[in-house]
């Protein structure tokens, strides 16, 4: 019997943390590079991968691949690695490992600079609603600020930050109103118009089935926690 170590006890095998570094930093080219030294390091390559082996590291890979983004980017691509790990279980022979391998990282890295240019439209977007709370935030007239079709907006809202476009603007509506309430005097009908509610009615209606309190409720709790504090 083969002393030779299984291939899934070989550290390198669950350390693919140079190929996401390097995904990031220089690109699909540079990480396929990587992932291809890695994998000529592997004991057995010689002899032959098993089928199980070939599963484990681009399972292993995908995996990688996906909680390295989503913690340094705070990007869930949760159908992107339902689809790749898909991929892993229809190798038909070794010498597909690295064509799997590659297409991988390529849809990572499609995915993810489609995504950035996602956010930068976000975070335009988000900027402008922060700027212009009392006003018309519509969709398409956030969409023309930010130059870009208002269907494309939508999309990425619920992408980028879990929440749809009509759903992020009431969220920060009302987060501003909840700060105005703490550290303002401004009545309830000033705080209403300074965050696009218009009548104090429809924003005491909006906030309460936000916050479980009426305006007045609200700022009548946390002055009483400060004053006891």
Known sequence: MSNQPSVSFVPSL???????????HDGAAQANAIFCKQLKALPGLADGLSEQD????LHRLNQS????????WKLSLHELCEEMENTAFSLPCQCELENAAQQMICAYCT????????????????????????????????ASHVFVCSAYLSELFPACTGKKFCEYVAY????????????TRFSVQEISQQCGFGSSS??????????GLSPR????FHADACSSA
Do not use: W
Request: aromatic share 14%; glycine share 2%.
């Open 202 to 211: 429809y924003f005491s209606c909006v906030f309460s089935k936000h916050t």
């Open 172 to 183: 920060r509506r009302i987060e501003r109103a909840k700060e105005l309430l703490r550290t």
């Open 65 to 72: 691949l996906y909680h390295f983004i989503l913690f340094h």
């Open 54 to 57: 070939r599963i484990k590291i």
């Open 111 to 142: 995915e993810l600079s489609r995504r950035s240019c996602g956010n930068q439209y976000i975070s335009r977007a988000a900027d402008y609603i922060e700027q212009h709370m009392s006003g018309d935030l519509s969709l398409p007239r956030v």
């Open 217 to 220: 409720s609200y700022r009548t």
């Open 14 to 24: 669950y350390h693919f943390q140079p190929v996401c570094q390097a995904l990031i």
